[in-house]
């Protein structure tokens, strides 16, 4: 009988731990609701949209008032290329460099050659000329315009932390190369720098 009730204590005391380790585990997400994408996003201390957005409307401005492109009597043909991430994070630095087409592209003042789309328009090329399509509408190679200019650029970040206190320094660097000589034309960076401090246990 001694034995049925030690058992039967343990089985409950397993069951109450199993229910106290799921009641203290991760809380999912089952309620949302949409936000203002310019509204100033810290929840933690990692590269994200707000540092983005900032970043790439000080560097666009400084690129459309320099005189490369505000004076340039036709507008400068420009591909956007590479961002190197030296940092310690995975970032998406494909989405930094869209926006940065995006938005030199609704300033007006430039125009992009698509570098992502080069082998979907050859193949479009070997298509039309297949047969398939007729003389007077086809496209070919020969017709393409070449780039005045490529953008590239790179992104470092230093992570300070001591005590309770923790610092992010990101800085964001863009150049804009001359492709026939090869000199930089504009070269500026945008740095930015956020402090986070650690929570007390229990609060």
């Known amino acids: 009988m001694h034995s049925r009730f030690m058992l039967f204590l343990s089985a409950l005391s397993s069951i109450a731990l199993?229910?106290?380790?799921?009641?203290?585990g991760p809380k999912a997400f089952v309620k949302g609701s949409y936000d203002d994408v310019n509204k100033e996003n810290l929840l933690n201390?990692?590269?994200?949209?707000t540092?983005?957005?900032?970043a790439v409307a000080d560097l666009v401005g400084s690129l459309l008032a320099h005189p490369t492109i505000a004076t340039a009597k036709t507008p400068p043909i420009v591909m956007?290329?590479?961002?190197q991430n030296k940092t310690s994070e995975h970032i998406d630095t494909q989405s930094i460099m869209d926006m940065v087409r995006v938005?030199?592209?609704?300033?007006?003042?430039?125009?992009?050659?698509?570098?992502?789309?080069?082998?979907?328009?050859a193949d479009e090329y070997a298509y039309q000329n297949s047969g398939m399509v007729a003389d007077t509408s086809k496209k070919g190679p020969g017709g393409q315009i070449g780039a005045d200019f490529v953008i590239n650029g790179r992104i470092d970040s230093i992570v300070q932390e001591v005590g309770k206190d923790k610092s992010v320094?990101?800085?964001?660097?863009?150049?804009?190369?001359?492709l026939?000589?090869?000199?930089?034309?504009?070269s500026n960076h945008k740095q930015i720098r956020k402090t986070f401090k650690k929570k007390s246990i229990g609060l």
């Open 103 to 121: 938005d030199l592209m609704n300033g007006g003042k430039v125009a992009f050659v698509d570098k992502e789309a080069r082998q979907d328009v």
């Open 45 to 49: 201390d990692e590269w994200s949209e």
């Open 51 to 54: 540092d983005m957005q900032k």
């Open 169 to 178: 320094y990101y800085k964001l660097t863009l150049n804009l190369t001359n």
């Open 18 to 24: 199993s229910s106290a380790l799921v009641s203290c």
């Open 80 to 83: 956007v290329t590479n961002l």
């Open 180 to 186: 026939k000589t090869n000199l930089m034309a504009w």
